[in-house]
């Protein structure tokens, strides 16, 4: 029970103590990504404010940065507190000890105060997160044992996650650094690390400002004479919790340090503590167990960010985000929406197609992004122009080179039929499978699927004896639900992915969609998206309009009732609003049928694909 006094200097804040004696300062700056870092900032904390307790880490970049500050400012270094954290691309034995001395290298230091582990899952395809976090665990402990780390944590661990580590026998967590803010109060974790004397931090005090313009909030500023950000920084100290407010502004700065000349009622801390709805502003790690679950048992939560977004386990053990956004064909291709999805909405799964004419674009929009490419699944298909063996790896080689990037997340056969005249469809297929099967093995796919096959499609290659496809990409929407397709996927472990989840629009008018959108307070295309993905079915709805995009990723944040997904699956009719691949089958196509394809092609009519030429 830490007593905030109501008057002190930042350089006299109050310190937490830790289990093995070490004091962390309640109050720190929090530092952001490269592009929101703050020289400025940091030097305001350290200089004027008299804040001695930075929180970075290696994700967000800036450790170098953070160390020219360190020394511009001239405190000495035992009178800071610096934490920092190990991504999980670098979770593991080794390679966890390395990345912390990269850390000190970069930072400018010998040691550092406290070392996290940034997040519970490991990220690493194959791998079962229960072990990696115990080797890596085993790894912090040495660095703690070395005086590389002062003292070592996690952060964003939930109960499960601690008592792993916990069961292990070795060093208890010293602090678990997670989301904290009115609206978001994991009691039950704050009162288990108490319990475990694990010193609870939390990040993102004022919900990434969505806390700054609550009513009750904003009267307990004017109440207090405060601003809104002192009361949620004030409330978050006065709970004894560490708080690490963000800003790169100095103003604000300053004013966040402004918190320990009053305190808050009782009653208004009460007030505060009742407004609580489970949000996350930032990630949430409920679905990361410790093992890869079953891709027909993914529990999709009520609340997360896009960047938290559920993944759904490949069968090779990659994990694939089940939202993402679908790009459109060359005209009705929109930098600034993609730009919207990776850099505002936090989506980090693109899908696009060598047919659509868009890749080169999606590649700049990547590199403009500043995203990093181990963060994104990317998604490209191979076109039936270029089915074959040697043409199919080529092709391959080209969507990487035009996206700028050494390999895909995913590769997609975009079509079941072959359309090269005189050709078997089987044939093809089947030659054209076993060049993604080696580019699989070469590493330039990830993983590889399919698109628009159906089940006897699917039996064809699973009959050949070598990989079964890890995806099926196929129209999925409530006028349109294979549910004998989505079974056979389940049952024989091929992720079932869907597009046109709002029926090309048609479904956004339907008056049983209406009502949902009505009584749940969302858009129509929200209610046929959240369906979709809390069937289990990766879902990759497309818009060209920023605003739209927005949005269509504002699907985490409420759930359907079991009534509702009854009734949305009723309303389905068998009908197509893209291709159909019903008739095609693994016999030869003449030449003159290839010409009337091509017909329907350039005549934009390829999406009709019941024509009885298709027949064979």
């Given at each position: 029970m830490v007593t905030i006094p109501n008057s002190c200097t930042a350089l006299s804040c109050p310190t937490v103590p830790l289990s093995n004696g070490r004091n962390i300062p309640i109050l720190g700056l929090g530092t952001s990504h490269?592009?929101?870092?703050?020289?400025?900032?940091v030097l305001c904390a350290l200089k004027e404010c008299g804040i001695r307790h930075i929180?970075?880490?290696?994700?967000?970049?800036?450790?170098?940065?953070?160390?020219?500050?360190?020394?511009d400012s001239g405190v000495p270094r035992e009178e800071l507190w610096l934490t920092s954290k190990l991504w999980p691309l670098?979770?593991?034995?080794?390679?966890?000890?390395?990345?912390?001395?990269?850390?000190c290298a970069r930072l400018g230091v010998d040691y550092l105060d406290l070392y996290l582990m940034h997040w519970p899952d490991c990220m690493i395809p194959g791998a079962s997160n229960h072990e990696v976090r115990a080797e890596t665990w085993r790894a912090l402990e040495e660095l703690y044992d070395e005086g590389l780390c002062r003292a070592i944590g996690v952060s964003n661990f939930l109960i499960r996650h601690l008592n792993e580590l916990k069961d292990r026998g070795g060093i208890v967590p010293h602090v678990n650094q997670v989301e904290f803010h009115p609206f978001q109060q994991p009691l039950e974790?704050?009162?288990?690390?108490?319990?475990?004397?694990?010193?609870?931090?939390?990040?993102?005090?004022?919900?990434?400002?969505?806390?700054?313009?609550?009513?009750?909030?904003?009267?307990?500023?004017?109440?207090?004479?405060?601003?809104?950000?002192?009361?949620?920084?004030?409330?978050s100290i006065q709970n004894g919790v560490v708080t690490i407010p963000k800003s790169t502004k100095p103003e604000r700065v300053h004013e966040n340090c402004q918190v320990f000349g009053f305190s808050l009622d009782d009653s208004d801390m009460t007030a505060l503590s009742l407004l609580h709805d489970g949000r996350h502003v930032s990630w949430d790690p409920t679905n990361l167990l410790h093992y890869f679950t079953d891709c027909n048992m993914v529990t999709i939560p009520n609340s997360c960010t896009a960047l938290s977004c559920p993944t759904v386990p490949l069968s090779n053990g990659r994990n694939i985000p089940i939202l993402g956004l679908g790009t459109?064909?060359?005209?009705?291709?929109?930098?600034?929406?993609?730009?919207?999805?990776?850099?505002e909405c936090g989506i980090r799964h693109i899908d696009t197609a060598k047919r659509y004419?868009?890749?080169?674009?999606?590649?700049?929009?990547?590199?403009?992004?500043?995203?990093?490419?181990?963060?994104?699944?990317?998604?490209?298909?191979?076109?039936?122009?270029?089915?074959g063996y040697q043409s199919a790896k080529q092709a391959c080689r080209d969507s990487c080179a035009r996206l700028g990037v050494?390999?895909?997340?995913?590769?997609?056969?975009?079509?079941?039929?072959?359309?090269?005249?005189?050709?078997?469809?089987?044939?093809?297929?089947?030659?054209?499978?076993?060049?993604?099967?080696?580019?699989?093995?070469?590493?330039?796919?990830?993983?590889?699927?399919?698109?628009?096959?159906?089940?006897?499609?699917?039996?064809?290659?699973?009959?050949?004896?070598?990989?079964?496809?890890?995806?099926?990409?196929?129209?999925?929407?409530p006028f349109q639900q294979p549910l004998e397709l989505v079974e056979y996927c389940r049952k024989e472990n091929i992720v079932f992915e869907g597009y046109c989840?709002?029926?090309?629009?048609?479904?956004?008018?339907?008056?049983?969609?209406?009502?949902?959108?009505?009584?749940?307070?969302?858009?129509?295309?929200?209610?046929?998206i959240r369906w979709s993905i809390q069937n289990g079915v990766v879902t990759i709805p497309k818009s060209t309009k920023p605003e739209r995009v927005h949005e269509n990723c504002q699907v985490f944040g409420f759930s359907l009732d079991d009534s509702d997904m009854a009734a949305l699956s009723l309303l389905h009719d068998g009908r197509h609003v893209s291709w159909d691949p019903t008739n095609v089958f693994g016999f030869k196509l003449t030449a003159e049928d290839m010409d009337q394809i091509s017909d329907l092609h350039t005549n934009h009519k390829l999406i009709h694909l019941t024509y009885p030429l298709w027949k064979g």
């Open positions: 490269v592009g929101g870092y703050s020289h400025e900032a929180d970075t880490s290696k994700r967000n970049g800036c450790e170098e940065a953070l160390g020219k500050a360190v020394v670098d979770y593991g034995y080794q390679s966890a000890k390395q990345a912390c001395r990269d850390s974790l704050v009162e288990y690390c108490r319990k475990e004397n694990i010193v609870f931090e939390g990040y993102c005090p004022l919900a990434k400002g969505q806390a700054l313009t609550h009513p009750t909030i904003m009267a307990l500023a004017q109440k207090y004479g405060r601003s809104a950000s002192q009361i949620c920084i004030r409330w459109s064909h060359a005209g009705g291709y929109s930098h600034e929406a993609v730009l919207c999805a990776l850099q004419g868009c890749e080169e674009a999606l590649g700049k929009a990547v590199v403009d992004s500043g995203v990093p490419r181990e963060e994104l699944w990317l998604t490209t298909k191979l076109w039936p122009g270029d089915y050494d390999y895909l997340d995913l590769y997609l056969m975009h079509w079941p039929d072959c359309m090269i005249p005189g050709a078997s469809n089987h044939e093809v297929r089947a030659e054209t499978w076993r060049a993604l099967e080696e580019l699989y093995d070469e590493g330039l796919c990830r993983a590889i699927g399919v698109s628009n096959f159906l089940i006897r499609h699917l039996n064809e290659l699973k009959d050949r004896g070598g990989i079964v496809p890890h995806v099926n990409q196929v129209e999925f929407h989840p709002l029926a090309k629009g048609q479904a956004l008018t339907h008056p049983t969609i209406m009502a949902l959108a009505q009584k749940y307070g969302h858009s129509a295309s929200q209610i046929c």
